[in-house]
C-alpha cells in the first residue's frame, strides 16, 4: 500500500501535532514525546478529519501530559533536531560494525539491523532475526553499549526473558566484559567489582542493568 504523507497541525497551545497514517494502526492513538512532540497514529481508512476531531477530545490530557513531562525533564538537556541528527549519523556509522563483530564473536546470526529514535527502550529483536537499535546507545559508555547489544542478539535464541536467556546473557556479557578489563576500560573494571561482589542470581547482568538505568533515552 502506497505510504500517505504525515499532515501537520499547528495547535495555539500544544504547537506542531503529526497525524501519522498506517495500515498497521488498529486503532486511534496520541503519543507524547518531549523531544519528537506531539504525534497522532491513525489507522489507514480513518479519515484525517475523524483523527483531528479525536485529538480535539485528548487535548487537556496532551497539555497535561506535556507539562508533567517538561517538569519531570527540567533538568535534563534535551538534544536539538540537529543533535539528534548527529546522533543518528554516528549511530549508523559505529553501531552496526560493532554489532555484526560481537555476532560473530558469540555465533550469532541476525538479519538486518536498523537504527531508530525511540522512546522506550534501547534496543529490539524481532522473530525473523531483525534487531532495532537506538540511535541514544551512542550515547553511553562502551561497555554499556555492548550490553545492549549483546542483550539484543541473545534474544535471537530466546525470545523471551526466561532462564535459558539470562544463561546465555550473563556467559557472554561475563566474557565481552573480562576483555573490556584487559583493554584497560575503568567502567568495565567497576562492573566487573561489583558483579564479583553482588549476590544476585545473573551478577553482571544486574549490576549493568543499574548502570544503564543512570541514563535516560531522549
Known amino acids: 500500500m502506497a505510504k500517505t504523507a504525515d499532515k501537520i497541525y499547528k495547535d495555539p497551545e500544544i504547537g506542531d501535532v503529526t497525524f501519522k497514517k498506517s495500515d498497521r494502526s488498529r486503532s486511534l492513538s496520541i503519543r507524547v514525546h518531549p523531544v519528537k512532540g506531539v504525534s497522532v497514529s491513525v489507522p489507514y481508512m ?7 476531531a479525536y ?4 487535548r487537556s490530557w496532551i497539555i497535561e501530559t ?4 517538561k517538569e519531570k525533564y527540567k533538568d535534563l538537556v534535551i538534544p536539538s533536531a540537529q543533535e539528534i541528527a548527529e546522533l543518528r549519523k554516528k549511530a549508523k556509522a559505529e553501531l552496526p560494525p560493532r554489532l555484526f563483530e560481537l555476532a560473530v564473536r ?9 537504527i531508530k529514535h525511540n522512546a522506550s527502550n534501547w534496543g529490539s529483536c524481532s522473530a525473523k532475526g531483525n534487531i532495532n537499535l537506538n540511535l541514544n546507545i ?6 554499556l553499549q555492548d550490553y ?6 541473545c534474544h535471537l535464541r530466546h525470545y523471551d526473558h526466561g532462564h535459558g536467556f ?26 566487573a567489582k ?25
Open 138 to 143: 551512542v550515547r553511553l559508555p562502551k561497555v
Open 166 to 191: 539470562h544463561l546465555l546473557l550473563e556467559h557472554v556479557l561475563t566474557d565481552n566484559l573480562l576483555k573490556c578489563v584487559d583493554a584497560g576500560d575503568p567502567l568495565a573494571a567497576e562492573i
Open 148 to 153: 545492549v547489544l549483546l542483550h539484543e542478539l
Open 194 to 218: 561489583k558483579a564479583a561482589l553482588s549476590k544476585a542470581k545473573y551478577p553482571v547482568d544486574y549490576v549493568m542493568t543499574r548502570a544503564i538505568k543512570q541514563f535516560r533515552v531522549v
Open 55 to 58: 485529538f480535539q477530545t485528548r
Open 66 to 69: 506535556m507539562a508533567k513531562q
Open 46 to 52: 480513518v479519515p484525517y478529519a475523524v483523527a483531528q
Open 106 to 114: 558469540y555465533d550469532f546470526l541476525y538479519n538486518g539491523v536498523t
